[in-house]
């Protein structure tokens, strides 16, 4: 399942990822992890949780690169159940436009591999054109 948190920058999207991702850790058995731009409150996490900061990873600058990185998560351990990305709009080169075939992508990741997704980004639903409703429900 794919879960997208909307709003506008400055909106609360990340204290609200944080709290969702603390309340996984400690419902589901296997491994939450949590995907951010940068370390600021990443203490703020349980630590039960793999926080993952993409400005430690560089040389990933494209959506396939991105998706890629997802795969190579998913590959060394096959006890991740949960993948919170937070504000998934700057990381990587991601575009708005870009937004639909990710969704695509990591629907298909998801059943694959039985793994929930939580993606927050700045941006309204009405901005999300092209993209599929029934593949993602969203939080707000």
């Known amino acids: 399942m794919i879960n997208l948190l909307t709003g506008q920058k400055g909106s609360g999207k990340t204290q609200i990822m944080i709290e969702a991702a603390n309340k996984k850790a400690k419902e589901c058995d296997g491994n939450?992890?949590?995907?951010?731009?940068?370390?600021?409150?990443?203490?703020?996490?349980?630590?039960?949780?793999?926080?993952?900061?993409m400005a430690d990873y560089p040389s990933i600058r494209s959506i396939s690169e991105y998706t890629g990185f997802i795969y190579g998560m998913l590959s060394a351990n096959?006890?991740?159940?949960?993948?919170?990305?937070?504000?998934?709009?700057?990381?990587?080169?991601?575009?708005?436009?870009?937004?639909?075939?990710?969704?695509?992508?990591?629907?298909?990741?998801?059943?694959?591999h039985n793994v929930d997704f939580y993606v927050s980004l700045s941006a309204s639903k009405e901005d999300l054109t092209g993209v599929d409703a029934e593949k993602c429900n969203f939080l707000n």
Do not use: E, M, W
């Open 32 to 53: 939450v992890v949590f995907i951010k731009n940068s370390h600021n409150d990443t203490y703020s996490l349980s630590f039960d949780i793999r926080a993952i900061v």
């Open 78 to 112: 096959s006890d991740i159940q949960v993948i919170f990305i937070d504000g998934i709009l700057k990381q990587a080169g991601v575009c708005l436009d870009c937004i639909p075939s990710f969704i695509d992508t990591l629907d298909t990741i998801s059943k694959a």
